[in-house]
């Protein structure tokens, strides 16, 4: 009997401590953090009103790529897919404007896709993406188009 206590004696004493220690899961957050956060979450649901023209399907027509902008946030992150014709991992996807103009940088990483990169600038007057594809494995650039898809 004196061992079956001695072994409960130290799991009760365990269990009380652990059970008790309840100070940091409780307290409240503080109105400074919780303003903070609210304001954060209000400034990334509003995008740039430049970036909503970057939305939808884009083709390359040299061979049918294609680029879906679906959203983006107050601060140029982008939600992309890229398809050829299977789908192809984004890692990432940026928008930003730079000297005026309106820019989309995407990161591809997949199979035969190890950090393939388009550096794309968005043409208004002729509803395209243009700009530079660097295909990683052969260390090489070319000069590419997206037209949009309709």
């Known amino acids: 009997m004196k061992k079956l206590l001695w072994l409960i004696s130290p799991v009760a004493a365990l269990v009380l401590l652990v059970g008790c ?3 940091t899961k409780t307290s409240a957050p503080s109105p400074v953090a919780e303003s903070a956060s609210s304001t954060n979450v209000a400034a990334t ?5 430049l970036f909503e023209k970057l939305l939808g399907r884009w083709e390359r027509p040299d061979g049918g790529y294609v680029l ?3 959203t ?21 996807a940026q928008a930003v404007v730079e000297s005026g103009a309106t820019k989309v940088f995407v990161v591809l990483r ?3 896709y190890p950090g393939c990169t ?3 600038s968005y043409d208004s007057k002729a509803d ?4 530079e594809y660097f295909q990683a494995s052969m260390q090489e650039n070319y000069q590419v188009n997206f037209a949009r898809l309709k």
């Open 21 to 23: 220690d309840k100070s």
């Open 128 to 131: 395209q993406l243009s700009g």
């Open 110 to 112: 997949d199979v035969n």
């Open 72 to 92: 983006v946030d107050g601060e140029g992150k982008i939600d992309a897919g890229y398809f050829n014709p299977g789908k192809i991992n984004v890692e990432r």
């Open 45 to 49: 649901a509003t995008a740039n009103p």
């Open 118 to 120: 388009y550096k794309l």
């Open 68 to 70: 879906e902008l679906r």
